[in-house]
């Protein structure tokens, strides 16, 4: 696996906060630089501090698209409340007997990048089938940076996004190698769809929010699905969320069970920047492949 060299330990929080400005499309790459100079000390510029924040894809990658215990494809759905013909990345185990529970698994605010697609392989190697749409399909598709993926994906409607991810869980359901029951995982922006999936689908069976913004007290007091929530210790813009939308869920008995992983970061499960913590990120995976084998694969 790829070791960064450097850590999010080794930046300044305040650094680390303006990136995530970055990242969330608050402020341009120029903004970031002239933000960061302040911090350019050891040898290091405020370009330099911008490439090692940014995704590493190529290196971090844990699984890789040709692996041979995959079935991997490209499909197209409809979602007529949303932006209509839509694409996603379909991956299933390549030796699986009969039909498997389905994963929506939804990427962040940048479209379906490179790491979403291996969380993707990641999730049908324990035994899913995993479909992970993509929102700037109508955009054309994720365009090969994440820079242009944040611009390109804020362009989008937000409640036309969220039917799209309806309608690509109405789709995975009814794909032949998919047994009727689904669950969604989903990052940052992604996480936040989660939580929408469970406000929307009401037979959804389970759901794993990483660091999404919470629903409403009206939206959460629809959800039924059980809920994992993985959240960054040092991510306030986030965390400042749950103290309302905790006794929603506890005042309609919904089953959910919140992790706050210590020291991290936002963004901590994604291995392609040095804001991911190896030790938290493998934890929460492993807590997510347990959650939904409880909720999808038990009888």
């Known amino acids: 696996m790829y070791e960064h060299k450097y850590k999010a330990s080794d930046f300044p929080q305040e650094l680390l906060n303006l990136f995530d400005r970055y990242v969330h499309g608050q402020i341009d790459r120029r903004g970031f630089l002239e933000g960061a100079g302040k ?18 894809y190529v290196e971090a990658q844990q699984i890789a698209k040709d692996d041979k215990r995959l079935k991997t494809e490209y499909a197209q759905y409809q979602s007529p409340m949303g932006y209509g013909n839509m694409k996603g990345y379909l ?13 929506i698994v939804v990427h962040e605010n940048r479209g379906l990048n490179p790491h979403i697609e ?20 109508p955009l054309g598709g994720y365009p ?26 109405g789709y995975l359901k ?11 995982v989903g990052f940052c922006f992604g996480g936040g769809v989660v939580y929408r999936l469970a406000v929307r689908i ?11 913004d919470v629903p409403t007290a009206e939206e959460a007091a629809r959800i039924k699905a059980p809920l994992l929530v993985n959240s960054a210790e040092m991510d306030d813009r986030i965390n400042s969320g749950w103290p309302g939308l905790e006794p929603v869920l ?20 994604n291995d392609t ?21 409880k909720n999808l694969k038990a009888s």
């Not at 009814?174 to 969604?184: D, L, Q, T, Y």
């Not at 009401?202 to 999404?212: Q, R």
């Open 250 to 269: 506890k005042a309609n008995n919904v089953r959910y069970t919140r992790y706050v992983y210590p020291g991290t970061q936002h963004g901590f499960h």
């Open 273 to 293: 920047t040095p804001r991911y913590d190896k030790a938290a990120a493998t934890l929460a995976w492993q807590r997510t492949v347990e959650f939904f084998n």
């Open 39 to 56: 911090f350019a000390v050891g040898g290091l510029t405020a370009a330099a501090i911008f490439d090692i924040l940014r995704p590493k």
């Open 118 to 137: 291996d969380v993707a392989r990641r999730a049908a190697l324990a035994g899913y089938v995993a479909f992970a749409p993509d929102a700037l399909t």
């Open 144 to 169: 090969g940076t994440d820079e242009k993926g944040v611009e390109m994906q804020q362009k989008l409607e937000r409640p036309k996004i969220i039917e799209d991810f309806v309608a690509a869980a």
């Open 91 to 103: 991956v299933r185990p390549a030796d699986a007997r009969g039909k498997l529970p389905g994963i």
């Open 174 to 184: 009814g794909r032949p190698e998919c047994n009727g029951k689904i669950g969604a």
């Open 202 to 212: 009401s037979d959804l069976a389970a759901g794993v929010p990483f660091y999404g």
